[in-house]
């Protein structure tokens, strides 16, 4: 499967636990962005990332939440300490480092966040 | 504020007919456009790109672009039942995309 994979498809934690998403791009991408979607809402761009570096975080709540891209390995959006408000689908998207088609974004099945 | 507005509907078409959905941003130096669609409770598959004004036709879908007037729209030809679903417009600012709400497309057969 060449597509952009997520981990877990759903995932339910407490008020005040840490969830951890991962994304693994499509393969011969490198460029990582994050979008979450809540209820009846639109998609909003959360962070974007290459491989080791932090692009643009712009989307990003100030607190509890990060987002690394190590060399090895998949993506990883992290939240600590969960609240309810958090509850949401959150997207990957990958896209092909060429310069002339940095938009075309594939996105990922998506993990549906769930705090109780 | 980067903006993207689109009709929520629903918009019903009958099977077989011309599906028109339209999308307006608000930044008139966007140089790319993207039409995605979302089933309910699935993620967005991208469908449709276009950078130049113009007409971009790919199998039933044609994208439209005019820049001057900051308008983007999607038609489907032949709508078929399969083509209910939620169609996002994105627009590319910087280093992402910022999406509309949404208009969710109904084909009745």
């Known amino acids: 499967n060449a597509g952009v994979m997520q981990n877990p498809r759903h995932l339910v934690r407490r008020r005040g636990q840490e969830a951890r998403l991962r994304c693994s791009p499509m393969?011969?991408?490198?460029?990582v962005y994050w979008y979450r979607q809540l209820p009846e809402e639109g998609l909003k761009f959360m962070v974007y990332l290459q491989k080791e570096n932090i692009i643009d975080e712009s989307g990003m709540p100030k607190e509890r939440f990060s987002a690394e891209f190590p060399k090895e390995g998949p993506s990883i959006l992290r939240i600590q300490q969960v609240v309810r408000g958090d509850s949401a689908a959150y997207f990957c998207?990958?896209?092909?480092?060429?310069?002339?088609?940095?938009?075309?974004?594939?996105f990922g099945p998506g993990t549906r966040l769930t705090v109780t | 504020q980067k903006e993207v507005e689109q009709n929520s509907g629903p918009l019903s078409v009958p099977e077989g007919a011309i599906a028109s959905l339209n999308c307006t941003y608000s930044?008139?130096?966007?140089?790319?456009f993207f039409w995605y669609r979302q089933y309910s409770g699935k993620s967005p598959e991208l469908i449709m790109f276009i950078y130049s004004n113009g007409d971009k036709e790919d199998g039933r879908f044609t994208a439209q672009l005019n820049k001057a007037s900051q308008y983007v729209s999607l038609l489907i030809r032949d709508s078929q039942p399969s083509d209910s679903a939620t169609y996002l417009c994105?627009?590319?600012?910087?280093?992402?995309?910022?999406f509309g709400a949404g208009t969710i497309l109904r084909v009745k057969s």
């Open positions: 930044d008139r130096g966007s140089q790319s």
């Open positions: 994105a627009v590319g600012y910087g280093n992402k995309l910022v």
């Open positions: 393969k011969g991408h490198s460029h």
């Open positions: 998207a990958s896209s092909h480092p060429d310069r002339t088609t940095p938009y075309e974004q594939y």
